[in-house]
């Protein structure tokens, strides 16, 4: 369905908000092929349900992304995801606390 939005990777600015956009594999398959994407709205979309962390992945996908829906995209936040998706793996954030953090150290 928005598979030409991939032809135009120039854009920088996207806003998607209440398009009834439900595939998850909008991510991959054409946000991840625009460089220069900067500012993403896409709430008000199923998709934004299903996409697992969803705040956090896509902020560590989409490299460039400063801003998501209506929130910006600071420096820390995105150490803050890079870090925690090598080294606690996206599946178990869910379930990782500090508490059993301290626990194991």
Not at 6 to 22: H, M, Q, V
């Amino acid at each position: 369905m928005l598979q030409w939005l991939g032809k135009f990777y120039i854009f920088s600015s996207l806003d998607l908000t209440d398009n009834k956009i439900s595939d998850e594999l909008v991510l991959p398959e054409i946000f991840e092929k625009m460089p220069n994407l900067a500012v993403l709205y896409l709430h008000g979309n199923e998709v934004c349900k299903k996409i697992e962390h969803y705040r956090k992945t896509l902020i560590f996908k989409l490299k460039k992304l400063r801003y998501l829906d209506d929130r910006p995209v600071f420096d820390e936040e995105r150490r803050f995801c890079e870090v925690n998706y090598f080294f606690i793996g996206i599946c178990n954030w869910r379930n990782w606390s500090w508490k059993r953090r301290k626990k194991k150290v």
